[in-house]
């Protein structure tokens, strides 16, 4: 045993080394794209009756409305802040063993969830606070002690996910899942105002340099609205489901959605038709402003459906600029080209064909037909990032 003691210790030593683990976004990018593929593939399966999920804590429609957005987008959102907060500060994020335990935690609260009873259900309820706690505190630390206050502002938005991810799963512990699925549908808007804050810095930059045009002044008036118009919109949503008020959010999201809009006249949308990694970044983040405009009609007419306004956000909106951004990222970060294979191209036009049918589809009276035709085409289109991207992630950077 002495002997091979050093050898164990060496062999532990280089996995936690290992590229993968260098930085968030490797193992995070990989991990959330192979489990988004796996859960839309098992809610398919699962509303074509062939695979029977557990309905004790989390009936099967909140389950995956939660681990898409909680279990999925925040896992890649996290990896991404993770890795960009280097950046920002030019102070070291986590890499090794802090990257592995926060994955490890993530996976076993998945885990936990699909089991879905009570006593799992309890237990991923407190993985989700360990999580969270872990998250905001390594992004804390890096960012204030940089004194980098221009990105302070990530910290309540970590915040409130926090808080919204554990008190959807306690509500359904609790039985509570009216309340559970609210709280999922407030983090898809919260959603939104992450989006906003990133794209609306990254999507004009990135377009200046990769589509070769003159930058544009931003207009003011709508960089000062945006925000307090959203969050005004989303503290009536939430509210409103506890307390009766003389008002919808419905005013303030179509607001929103059409500033979005106009915010998007200054980028050059159609400049970017000939670069993948610009005109998908363009699409998803106009799908939002669609989407927050569709939601706000949904409450005046009865034809379009809250869900069906939702899925441009979920699936469209936040769907592709994930996938965008992990392509984007994966690339930069690991010294290579900012350039796509085909195949990606592909997947990005798969996902925007998944948004068009879930939501036209939907529309016309065939949900049956749009669950499982945006699904498929969802699935196919990131399990071609996974298998694209694993050579990439788990190599050294260049």
């Given at each position: 045993?002495?002997?091979?003691?050093?050898?164990?210790?060496?062999?532990?030593?280089?996995?936690?080394?290992?590229?993968?683990?260098?930085?968030?976004?490797?193992?995070?990018?990989?991990?959330?794209?192979?489990?988004?593929?796996?859960?839309?593939?098992?809610?398919?399966?699962?509303?074509?009756?062939?695979?029977?999920?557990?309905?004790?804590?989390?009936?099967?429609?909140?389950?995956?409305?939660?681990?898409?957005?909680?279990?999925?987008?925040?896992?890649?959102?996290?990896?991404?802040?993770?890795?960009?907060?280097?950046?920002?500060?030019?102070?070291?994020?986590?890499?090794?063993?802090?990257?592995?335990?926060?994955?490890?935690?993530?996976?076993?609260?998945?885990?936990?969830?699909?089991?879905?009873?009570?006593?799992?259900?309890?237990?991923?309820?407190?993985?989700?606070?360990?999580?969270?706690?872990?998250?905001?505190?390594?992004?804390?630390?890096?960012?204030?002690?940089?004194?980098?206050?221009?990105?302070?502002?990530?910290?309540?938005?970590?915040?409130?996910?926090?808080?919204?991810?554990?008190?959807?799963?306690?509500?359904?512990?609790?039985?509570?899942?009216?309340?559970?699925?609210?709280?999922?549908?407030?983090?898809?808007?919260?959603?939104?105002?992450?989006?906003?804050?990133?794209?609306?810095?990254?999507?004009?930059?990135?377009?200046?340099?990769?589509a070769k045009v003159a930058p544009k002044a931003p207009k003011l008036w709508v960089e000062k609205a945006l925000l307090p118009i959203s969050l005004t919109g989303i503290s009536i949503f939430i509210v409103g489901n506890f307390v009766e008020l003389p008002f919808t959010p419905a005013a303030f999201m179509v607001?929103?959605?059409?500033?979005?809009?106009?915010?998007?006249?200054?980028?050059?949308?159609?400049?970017?038709?000939?670069?993948?990694?610009?005109?998908?970044?363009?699409?998803?983040?106009?799908?939002?402003?669609?989407?927050?405009?569709?939601?706000?009609?949904?409450?005046?007419?009865?034809?379009?459906?809250?869900?069906?306004?939702?899925?441009?956000?979920?699936?469209?909106?936040?769907?592709?600029?994930?996938?965008?951004?992990?392509?984007?990222?994966?690339?930069?970060?690991?010294?290579?080209?900012?350039?796509?294979?085909?195949?990606?191209?592909?997947?990005?036009?798969?996902?925007?064909?998944?948004?068009?049918?879930?939501?036209?589809?939907?529309?016309?009276?065939?949900?049956?037909?749009?669950?499982?035709?945006?699904?498929?085409?969802?699935?196919?289109?990131?399990?071609?990032?996974?298998?694209?991207?694993?050579?990439?992630?788990?190599?050294?950077?260049?």
């Amino acid at each position: 045993m002495q002997i091979l003691e050093p050898q164990v210790s060496q062999t532990v030593e280089q996995g936690v080394e290992h590229p993968v683990w260098q930085l968030a976004f490797r193992s995070f990018f990989l991990a959330g794209a192979l489990f988004s593929a796996f859960g839309i593939g098992l809610w398919g399966l699962s509303l074509m009756g062939y695979v029977s999920l557990s309905q004790e804590v989390m009936p099967s429609s909140l389950w995956h409305a939660h681990e898409m957005i909680f279990g999925f987008a925040a896992l890649v959102a996290v990896g991404f802040i993770l890795t960009a907060v280097q950046t920002w500060t030019g102070k070291a994020s986590i890499k090794g063993l802090p990257v592995i335990l926060l994955l490890g935690i993530w996976f076993c609260a998945r885990v936990s969830l699909l089991v879905n009873t009570q006593v799992t259900a309890l237990f991923a309820l407190a993985l989700l606070v360990a999580w969270w706690g872990s998250v905001i505190a390594i992004y804390a630390r890096i960012v204030i002690s940089a004194k980098n206050q221009r990105n302070y502002l990530f910290l309540p938005l970590l915040l409130a996910l926090g808080i919204l991810n554990i008190s959807a799963v306690g509500f359904s512990i609790a039985g509570q899942h009216d309340i559970s699925f609210h709280i999922v549908r407030s983090a898809v808007l919260l959603f939104t105002v992450l989006m906003a804050i990133v794209g609306g810095r990254v999507i004009p930059f990135f377009t200046v340099n990769g589509a070769k045009v003159a930058p544009k002044a931003p207009k003011l008036w709508v960089e000062k609205a945006l925000l307090p118009i959203s969050l005004t919109g989303i503290s009536i949503f939430i509210v409103g489901n506890f307390v009766e008020l003389p008002f919808t959010p419905a005013a303030f999201m179509v607001l929103a959605g059409s500033l979005h809009l106009v915010r998007m006249s200054t980028w050059s949308s159609l400049k970017t038709t000939k670069v993948p990694l610009l005109w998908s970044l363009h699409i998803s983040y106009a799908l939002m402003g669609l989407g927050l405009v569709a939601l706000g009609l949904s409450y005046q007419f009865e034809a379009l459906q809250f869900s069906t306004a939702l899925h441009l956000i979920t699936l469209g909106a936040i769907g592709l600029m994930i996938i965008a951004m992990m392509s984007r990222v994966s690339l930069g970060h690991t010294g290579r080209l900012l350039h796509v294979k085909q195949q990606i191209t592909i997947a990005f036009a798969l996902v925007i064909l998944a948004t068009i049918l879930r939501f036209s589809l939907s529309l016309t009276g065939h949900p049956f037909e749009a669950w499982i035709t945006s699904a498929v085409l969802w699935v196919v289109s990131f399990t071609i990032f996974f298998f694209t991207y694993w050579p990439v992630l788990t190599a050294p950077r260049q």
